[in-house]
């Protein structure tokens, strides 16, 4: 999963005319290293998407802009849009997550 290092990269990234899928964590988040142990997975089954991951205490002001109340939140961007989002809560374990992907991307 590449990592997104600034706010210009990540505009960059979701300016991709096909679906690309942004994890938004933090170093100290005990949930982050939960998703950390199974999304490598997930990410095998979804490999024709590409995936990035965004540290919202580095990269300031993206998690606000976009809604991110949680972490690891899961958001699904498409030509600069936000089409799908799935809060923390939802994303404790791979079931979850492979519920979100396959209800917006199949």
């Known amino acids: 999963m590449e990592a997104i290092q ?5 505009n960059e990234v ?3 005319d096909k679906p690309v899928i942004i994890k938004f ?4 988040c005990p949930d982050c290293k939960r998703m950390d142990m199974f999304i490598g997975d997930i990410m095998e089954q ?3 998407y590409d995936w ?3 540290n919202s205490d580095e990269v300031e002001g993206l998690a ?3 809604e991110v109340m949680g972490i690891p939140s899961l958001l699904i961007f498409e030509n600069g849009e936000k089409t799908a989002h799935r809060h923390s809560a939802y994303t404790k374990t791979p079931d979850d997550v492979i519920e979100f992907l396959q209800q917006e991307l199949d």
């Open 6 to 10: 600034t706010v210009e990269q990540f």
């Open 14 to 16: 979701i300016q991709s």
């Open 25 to 28: 964590y933090a170093d100290w």
């Open 46 to 48: 979804y490999n024709q």
């Open 52 to 54: 990035y991951q965004v």
């Open 64 to 66: 606000q802009k976009y």
